[in-house]
């Protein structure tokens, strides 16, 4: 019987002290690879069984690329910062920094008892001075570039975590973290420029190995749209409003103009108008959830107010109504009820003109019944004076030069995509690097300042106000420029900063003179593999590819991209199919598991359980089934002869596994490749013995997600050496299953037979077995063969005429 806690303790801890996961820069021949797991905010409550799933995945690619021969990083950290730890602390009245040690505690010993071959000599900790001095760092420097920068703006506030939040941490117009309901504040806040890389985010997007789901959400969430800045002037006023279309082509449907309630121009008018103040007011209790959703009755308020249309002359009443957003191209819009959904909904509710001027393509009974309206098709202009009988979409350029010539308006592109907020009125967070002078203005810490250190001793319960603002020793700052007494910036970077560069950290932990030498980032980066969950598509996977872009523009890294290949596990579900979650009580604990069954069970479990990007639930007893394989496996130890002769079926069953585990973990297929393993371990205890040489060939495959079992039985079987630096085994061809094809033959492009054939059969036999099938035979007799075309694996056609 395997005894899995003796052979667990003794491998793991011989790994540990002879350092064999302890990754050098670079060694002689051999290629680098960096392996990298997203990492985790150490919480309180541990890891459950879901957790590791991305972690074991990594490992067994990891493992796989050592024994392949090649130099890999594969590091693991923690993303110590943040609103978690602090509500934690908070909810418990202990201090964050002393929660977050013991979480890291708790999850250091966890990963470790999985038998993760992490390389912990490179650890970073994102709420280590250590670290964070090189945040603000970054900061500064974007800072310097013109990349960050402090406005006043409408912001999302969480009422319950008392902080600003960035747009892509409300979800659906609730707080990402705690679930209430965001509501806008207007705010001077820091700003990170983050759409002055919209284009590139965009477009770099085709090169990168990423899941196509997740490619999607991020375009999206750019939501890049190619328009027209279309010009009304107001009549009365030396105003002008400018409307962003992707329908320029409807300009002569245009029948009122319609502002967001945050417009500037409305402040102008509501001064007048106590109703229109009102509405303004009313629409700022609302979420832009609210604002936004569909078949809502809407509402608005005339402004008294009446653009020029820029063709037509009419004047046509300006209107506000909050389904017009601020944050959106210029925060108004021109109304075309007869071709909008919402415009149509807005003008049927307050009896406003509808004009249509696109019709249906054709004139049939379809094109009639098609032409009720909204009709939001393309179709053909008409009413639109010199543009009847064009194209809405073919002939759009045409609208749009003549647009353009009338100087009424230019072409524009508008991006959904929003300054990245990264201010927090919270404590648990790197200190924005920033003092306000009263007569230097803002001015940024000196670099050999760094870090800004986040002061113990503050009451950091939140009350809306940063709780540094009530620290003084953190307060008390003179001016580096004019020496006089200053007001640090009492705000704290969002965690999703810290997170933005830690995988450059991790090349250099140590470095005390920069983030991470320029040597090691060409040594290293970009991330070969990266794995991690898919909540983080617009969160940190957008935010780490603009800052590695941001920073190569600015300190000439020579990396545009940060993660080559990524992958995101499936979510491991209770074993009653439900989400795992303590109130739920449906929590399985890996510690209990790892206990009685070995981590070498969990892994190998974990990576058979079902294809890696599927969502699974738990099963503690196919978990139990995974065990007793590796118990056949032990035992089929005792069947090893040092010279014993194998016959064919084992050889055979041996190097196909090797063969297709190899293309399989490359290919994130972990669940195969070990169903693979076990119907060769059965073909292989089935012959009765093994010899020492194909066992040790076998056992390397194993060695990459149970590697405790696998190297004691390396070590039992007297192998050579030691198994972690044993090398991937090369499939004998020879041993290979020869699959077989189906080529069709012809003659003079007849089908005239099919042959079935090893896939290896050398192409003149192949010819020369399809010259022999009977109807090709008859077919040919007595012709003049002109010549025969082969497609391999295909094809055969003799020509004879
Ligand atoms: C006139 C028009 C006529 C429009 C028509 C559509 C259809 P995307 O594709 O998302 O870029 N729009 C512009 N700014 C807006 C804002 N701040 N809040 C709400 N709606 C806004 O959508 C662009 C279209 O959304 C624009 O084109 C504008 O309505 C509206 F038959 O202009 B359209
Ligand atoms: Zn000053």
């Not at 990298?36 to 990891?62: E, K, N, Q, W």
């Not at 993760?116 to 650890?123: A, G, N, Q």
């Not at 738990?618 to 065990?627: A, K, Q």
């Not at 061809?733 to 003079?748: D, G, K, P, W």
Request: with cysteine; glycine share 6%.
């Amino acid at each position: 019987m395997y005894d899995h806690l003796t052979v667990e303790t003794k491998w793991q801890s011989i790994w540990e002290k002879t350092g064999v996961f302890t990754t050098f820069d670079s060694v002689k021949g051999k290629k680098n690879s960096y392996i990298l797991d997203m990492f985790p905010y150490p919480s309180g409550a541990g890891l459950h069984v879901g957790h590791p799933r991305g972690y074991i995945a990594t490992d067994v690619i990891a493992r796989q690329q050592r024994l392949k021969g090649k130099n890999v990083l594969h590091p693991m950290g923690w993303d110590a910062f943040g609103l978690p730890a602090e509500n934690y602390a908070i909810k418990t009245g202990a201090h964050p920094e002393e929660t977050t040690r013991t979480a890291i505690r708790w999850f250091t010993k966890q990963l470790k008892s999985i038998g993760l071959s992490y390389d912990w000599s490179r650890e970073i900790n994102t709420s280590d001075p250590l670290y964070y001095r090189w945040t603000q760092w970054i900061f500064l420097k974007l800072y310097e570039h013109g990349l960050a920068y402090q406005k006043e703006a409408p912001v999302n506030w969480c009422p319950s975590c008392q902080t600003v939040l960035a747009n892509e941490q409300v979800k659906e117009g609730v707080c990402e973290r705690c679930g209430s309901e965001v509501i806008q504040k207007n705010l001077t806040q820091w700003f990170l420029k983050i759409t002055a890389y919209a284009d590139e985010l965009l477009s770099d997007l085709e090169h990168l190995d990423w899941p196509e789901s997740l490619k999607s959400i991020q375009r999206n969430w750019i939501g890049k749209s190619e328009g027209t800045m279309i010009d009304f002037s107001v009549f009365g006023h030396a105003a002008t409003v400018s409307v962003f279309t992707t329908r320029p082509d409807t300009l002569y449907g245009a029948t009122y103009l319609v502002l967001a309630p945050e417009h500037p121009l409305v402040s102008k008018l509501q001064k007048t108008r106590d109703k229109l103040r009102q509405y303004v007011e009313a629409t700022s209790r609302k979420t832009e959830l609210e604002r936004k959703a569909k078949g809502r009755e809407k509402t608005g308020i005339f402004t008294g107010a009446y653009a020029i249309h820029p063709l037509t002359k009419e004047h046509i009443p300006i209107w506000v109504a909050d389904y017009v957003l601020m944050g959106y191209g210029t925060g108004s819009i021109m109304a075309v009820p007869a071709h909008d959904e919402r415009d149509w909904e807005f003008a049927q509710q307050f009896e406003l003109p509808i004009k249509q001027v696109v019709l249906p393509p054709g004139s049939g009974k379809a094109a009639q019944q098609a032409s009720a309206l909204p009709f939001t098709q393309p179709g053909v202009l008409t009413h639109s004076n010199t543009w009847d009988g064009l194209h809405s979409q073919s002939d759009r350029n045409t609208v749009i030069a003549d647009i353009r010539d009338r100087g009424i308006g230019k072409s524009e592109t508008q991006y959904r995509l929003r300054d990245w907020l990264v201010s927090r009125q919270r404590y648990w967070g790197a200190p924005i690097p920033i003092i306000y002078c009263k007569s230097c203005g803002i001015q940024p810490v000196p670099e050999q300042n760094l870090p800004v250190r986040l002061p113990a001793d503050v009451d950091f319960r939140p009350t809306g106000e940063s709780p540094l603002e009530r620290s003084e020793s953190f307060q008390s700052v003179q001016c580096p420029n004019c020496n006089e007494s200053a007001r640090r910036e009492s705000d704290t970077l969002d965690t999703f900063v810290d997170s933005s560069w830690y995988f450059f950290r991790y090349l250099d932990a140590h470095n005390d003179n920069a983030f991470a030498a320029e040597a090691r980032i060409t040594d290293w980066m970009p991330v070969d593999t990266y794995v991690g969950g898919v909540e983080h598509a617009v969160l940190h996977l957008l935010y780490a590819r603009f800052i590695t872009k941001a920073l190569d523009d600015m300190l000439q890294t020579g990396i545009r991209e940060p993660f080559r290949t990524l992958r995101n596990q499936g979510i491991i579900r209770a074993e009653d199919g439900e989400k795992m979650s303590k109130s739920r009580g449906n929590v399985v604990n890996p510690d209990d598991l790892i206990k009685q069954y070995g981590a070498d069970t969990l892994r190998t479990y974990e990576m058979f359980m079902g294809p890696f990007e599927d969502s699974m639930p738990w099963s503690t007893r196919s978990m139990i089934g995974v065990r007793r394989w590796l118990d056949r496996i032990w035992s089929l130890a005792d069947q090893v002869v040092a010279d014993y002769a194998d016959p064919e079926q084992s050889l055979r069953s041996a190097n196909i596994a090797i063969e297709k585990v190899t293309h399989d973990i490359e290919h994130f297929k972990f669940n195969t490749a070990i169903s693979e393993l076990m119907i060769a371990s059965n073909s292989l205890q089935r012959a009765g013995g093994i010899s020492r040489k194909l066992f040790g060939k076998y056992l390397v495959s194993p060695a990459t997600s149970a590697p405790p079992i696998a190297a004691e039985l390396w070590e039992n079987t007297h192998q050579e050496g030691v198994l972690t630096s044993a090398k991937w085994p090369e499939p004998e061809s020879r041993y290979l299953a020869r699959s077989e094809l189906t080529i069709a033959v012809q003659v003079n492009g007849k089908l005239r037979g099919t042959l079935r054939i090893p896939a290896d059969t050398a192409e003149s036999a192949v010819v020369e077995r399809a010259r022999k099938l009977e109807q090709v035979a008859k077919h040919l007799l007595g012709a003049s063969e002109q010549r025969v075309i082969v497609v391999p694996k295909k094809l055969i056609n003799f020509v004879t005429v």
